[in-house]
């Protein structure tokens, strides 16, 4: 049988293409999840890596998606070769139990974990310079400016929170934090 994994690393983002991709690839059963990938607990993954069973193949789109790490991703696909599993990773082909597929994969996987660390070294440092700035505020940025929540709270000395919610679009949690706000 014919198993597919896509994962993201966050909620927000899609999975769509990798499933697009692993239908295509005629895989039987999809797993899924929505995980960082330096998170060792991704529930669903350790499904499949369950229900694998010898004659069967993991299907992925690209290496990261179920190892961040070299030696995670060495350990894994070594005990799936044990099992009698094969593994296909799109972008690169079916990984071979052989000396040379192994030596790929050992070498593409440390790709994978460079690149990750790189992103995480490059973002930290970004961080760092936004901090020395003045204006520098953690965080995501307000949906909504001063004016637009002062104007909303005017509307409600007249209007229930509910009448101004679909007013305004700002939501009653906000609108009540914002109350609490002034009221400081």
Do not use: W
Not at 17 to 23: E, I, K, R
Not at 28 to 41: A, C, P
């Amino acid at each position: 049988m014919k198993y597919g994994y896509a994962r993201v690393s966050t909620l927000h983002q899609d999975l769509e293409s990798q499933l697009q991709s692993l239908q295509k690839e005629n895989c039987d059963k999809i797993y899924s999840d929505k995980f960082t990938g330096t998170k060792t607990d991704r529930p669903n993954f350790n499904k499949l890596l369950n229900e694998l069973k010898e004659g069967d193949t993991l299907v992925v789109t690209k290496l990261d998606r179920f190892a961040r790490t070299t030696a995670d991703g060495i350990n894994t696909v070594k005990e799936l070769f044990e099992r009698g599993v094969k593994v296909h990773v799109l972008n690169m082909g079916l990984v071979e139990d052989t000396p040379t597929g192994r030596l790929i994969l050992s070498v593409m996987l440390a790709f994978a974990e460079f690149e990750r660390d790189m992103i995480v070294e490059r973002t930290q440092e970004g961080k760092a310079i936004a901090k020395q700035k003045e204006d520098f505020r953690e965080g995501r940025p307000n949906k909504y400016g001063k004016q637009q929540i002062e104007h909303a709270l005017k509307l409600l000395e007249t209007n229930s929170y509910k009448q101004v919610e679909s007013m305004t679009g700002i939501s009653k949690s906000t609108l009540i934090r914002a109350k609490k706000k002034v009221a400081e």
